[in-house]
């Protein structure tokens, strides 16, 4: 019965097209709408534009300490993929869900609704929490103003589950993340006579060079980390436009570089790679053209999860999961690190269904994960019920 609970919110969470650039209200409402059916209050916060809402609900004595489930509510675009089936119209067969967002990661969300209305009626000694964001695809933006509110309350959590699909492994780490537009100015001239301007494509062009010279060396030199598939840094170009017209030398080129590190401490050195790239390029043509160079503005950043695996807040949850449940990291960004930051708490990631079927045409989740992330929540509310202490392992 409690799964069939479970299903009927995947398939309503599923039907909400949130994709990131639109509204994700319709969804916030409903799940509101939904808690307040059991009075559960829901507390939302909008973005500047209200057109997006972040929400946090409680249940549970709130002056103790408890647990924080965390979820995502928006899911990325489906054009251009060949769906069989429509993306918003959840479609059950084969026991799988498929629909856009089933795995990355409305399935989890289903899961913890469910556990916070099951919550709900029992007698809970410590509370659970649950939070769910917006703007998570382009960089974990949206979530900035719900953790202020978070970490203004007068009692933080234990620890944070955040939900992304990890088929219930425990990931205690996943990378962080900067993003930076690089804008190359050049001099445009005519292409009949490019010795006269400098091409700022050609400029984009060294500045990548560059850039594909200091991976070979981050290769090596970073911090190693074999739990990761790739077990260092990397430097990634992932978007690149200039030029107006064959004949005329570009003036601009605009690249977005994207940078992903397994330890906080990298980040500054990382950033002074890319500005040292880009200042010894545009040094290399001052003398002609003083009015020419490499610029570099940040776009989004999040730190990276960096949880021990021994940490008691791991070995707790391992007490709750199969006997088989292993502790990975994953290569993929969540919010993780972010609520370890300005919660100052344990993060870790763990839900169900796998990135495998993430961002792809014909999306699913197995409904095998779906009902072991309920039996897993259910132990949780078990344990919110005996008011145990995690030291008690």
Known sequence: MALNKVLEYCHALMSYPTLTDGPNLDLVY???DELDSYNIKSHLIYDQERKKANLFASVGPQEKEGILLSGHTDVVA???QSWTTPPFQPTQRDNKIYARGAADMKGFIACALHS????SKLPLQRPLHLSLSYD???GCVGVHDLLVH???RPVKPLLCIIGEPTSMQLASGHKGKITFEVMCKGRPGHSANPADALNAIHLASDFIQALRGQ???LNKSTPQDTAYDVPHATIHVGTIAGGTAVNIVPESCKMVVEIRYIKASEAPSLIKTLETCAEQITQRYAARFSDVGITLKKLVSYPPLETENNDKAVRFLSSLLASDTDTIKVAFGAEGGLYSQYLGVPAIVCGPGSMKQGHKADEFIEIGQLRRC???LMNINEWLVSGRTLDCL
């Open 30 to 32: 409903w799940i509101r």
């Open 136 to 138: 998570e695809e382009i």
């Open 116 to 119: 916070l209305v099951s919550a």
């Open 78 to 80: 489906t054009e251009g």
């Open 374 to 376: 309920n039996e897993f």
């Open 150 to 152: 978070l970490s203004e």
């Open 215 to 217: 991976q070979d060396l």
